[in-house]
């Protein structure tokens, strides 16, 4: 499976944008998918996850309300939508196909688009 994002961009605080993640391969459907980040200086973190059927998502608390994680398997992408956009928002935002549901590690991964929140 590859994987490539885009969407990110130079927002002010309070906007959104919407990262889109492609997929190549026809095994997407059958994928359970997450969206991560890295910030400077920081280890990538975990942010949003959807299951394969778009059944079940989950998100890491500091984005919950905010983020919303999406799919859809006829155009073999996943999104990412995200509202109140806030400088500690800044960072480089991978998608990827998860190992598992429960561990939410990323088994294949995108290159990143980068998101930069000016405060």
């Known amino acids: 499976v590859q994987l490539v994002e885009s969407g990110g961009g130079l927002v002010q605080a309070g906007s959104s944008l919407r990262l889109t993640c492609i997929a190549s391969g026809r095994t997407f459907s059958r994928l359970h998918m997450g969206w991560f980040r890295q910030a400077p200086g920081k280890e990538r973190e975990f942010l949003a996850a959807?299951?394969?059927?778009?059944?079940?998502?989950e998100y890491t608390d500091s984005v919950k309300g905010r983020f919303t994680i999406a799919r859809d398997n006829a155009k073999n992408t996943v999104y990412l939508g995200m509202n109140s956009l806030k400088p500690e928002d800044t960072a480089v935002y991978y998608c990827?196909?998860?190992?598992?549901?429960?561990?939410?590690?990323?088994?294949?991964w995108g290159t990143g688009t980068q998101v930069t929140v000016s405060s």
């Open positions: 959807i299951s394969w059927n778009g059944g079940m998502s």
């Open positions: 990827a196909a998860l190992t598992n549901w429960a561990l939410k590690e990323g088994a294949y």
